[in-house]
């Protein structure tokens, strides 16, 4: 099984699309007002926006990134506004905190083999 796509909802997707360009998507459906999708720029997962009032705060979106400190800092000079971050976590991720137009989580982290990896790993076989 591989995850092909996350879809959020939000009251304003024109407000999310240009978020979402600023974070580095990259455009593969436009049918706004009610809908886009966007391909991660590495990878083949896509991520979606669904026009929608009940949207925000329930949601955390977990996108990884090579060299976080570069990236936040790119996107504070874009006028994106972090919550926190970049720092270190207790379970030995380094992530930023902001949050999208329709208010839900977006964590941008690195964890390199602790993505899946940590120390702590159940082995099921």
């Not at 240009?18 to 720029?41: I, Q, S």
């Not at 929608?52 to 006028?79: I, K, M, P, Q, W």
Request: net charge negative.
């Amino acid at each position: 099984m591989r995850l092909n796509q996350v879809t959020v909802t939000m009251p304003d997707l024109d407000a999310g699309w240009n978020f979402y360009r600023t974070l580095g998507l990259k455009p593969v459906v436009d049918a706004r007002p009610r809908y886009a999708r966007f391909v991660c720029p590495d990878g083949d997962s896509t991520f979606s926006l669904h026009q929608g009032e009940s949207g925000g705060g329930g949601t955390t979106v977990y996108f990884e990134c090579e060299n976080l400190d570069e990236t936040v800092s790119r996107l504070s000079s874009a006028g994106l506004r972090f919550a926190s971050g970049p720092e270190d976590k207790s379970w030995l991720w380094r992530e930023a905190e902001l949050s999208d137009p329709g208010g839900n989580r977006i964590i941008l982290y690195y964890a390199g083999q602790n993505r899946i990896e940590p120390p702590w790993r159940v082995d099921v076989r």
